[in-house]
């Protein structure tokens, strides 16, 4: 048990950074189970990681502006091929989706085969680096976090096909840095799901419960027991999903019995 790791100057940032992505993948997660493609934010968060190891090997700074612009630019390119896919796919979109997915993780792997660190950067754009968040990088997210809400809850009845595909991506590219791959993928699907029975009001109200205790306990648990904090909040995502549902389930079947 560590519980030297426990501090507010570390556990404080991760948190608030956890809210940020919250705050726009839940009701944009419950939007993509509701269009039925559930693989487009793996494949989006992937394609926006590939960008990040692009400008990495040109040997711009982790957190640099050329990093962001790259990053920013490879998912928009990716949410415009992927609103194609929707649109000319039919009923294979979502296996393009997949494959595109593949794709762009395979070839980040290609890309870092000759990097003595490649297994640490894979790592980092997979698992994410939370616990490293500081205080000054989560204020431009918060400015594109209040740019995408007010554009999802303002103008969302206007958007076409494509508008949601790249506010989609704009959401993702943020959050990929902070959070990795799993924890973007488990951020946007697992609060979803666990709302994915009640209207739109109380389910955004689940859904940001769900995930907003995923992250504190999350982040308390791998901080005693020391293991990678990613992992541990999407387990602990999943959990808290897992009771809820099952909460439903129950209420329902003593229903069913009284009836």
Do not use: C
Not at 59 to 79: D, K, M, N, R
Request: hydrophobic fraction near 55%; proline fraction near 3%; charge should be neutral.
């Amino acid at each position: 048990m560590n519980i030297d790791g426990m501090t507010l100057s570390i556990l404080g940032p991760a948190f608030i950074a956890g809210l940020l992505v919250l705050a726009t993948h839940v009701p944009l997660g419950q939007e993509v189970l509701k269009r039925g493609i559930i693989f487009i934010d793996l494949a989006i968060a992937q394609i926006t990681g590939l960008g990040v190891i692009l400008a990495n090997q040109f040997g711009w700074q982790a957190h640099g502006w050329e990093v962001q612009l790259a990053a920013l630019s490879s998912a928009l390119i990716g949410a415009w091929i992927l609103s194609l896919m929707e649109k000319f796919g039919g009923t294979i979109h979502e296996a393009l989706i997949g494959v595109t997915f593949i794709l762009s993780a395979t070839a980040s792997i290609l890309l870092l085969a000759n990097n003595p660190q490649g297994g640490e950067h894979l790592k980092e754009i997979l698992v994410g680096q939370i616990l490293w968040v500081t205080w000054d990088q989560l204020i431009p997210i918060s400015l594109m976090t209040i740019v995408i809400l007010t554009a999802w809850f303002q103008f969302r009845h206007y958007f076409s096909r494509l508008g949601f595909y790249l506010l989609f991506a704009m959401a993702v590219t943020s959050s990929v840095q902070l959070v990795g791959v799993y924890l973007v993928f488990a951020s946007l699907i697992i609060p979803a799901l666990a709302s994915n029975n009640y209207k739109l009001k109380p389910a955004l109200i689940i859904g940001y419960s769900v995930g907003i205790s995923g992250y504190g306990l999350g982040l308390i648990f791998s901080s005693i027991i020391d293991l990678p904090s990613g992992a541990v909040i999407v387990w602990s995502i999943t959990i808290i999903a897992l009771i809820i549902q099952t909460t439903v389930f129950k209420k329902k079947l003593k229903q069913y019995q009284k009836d």
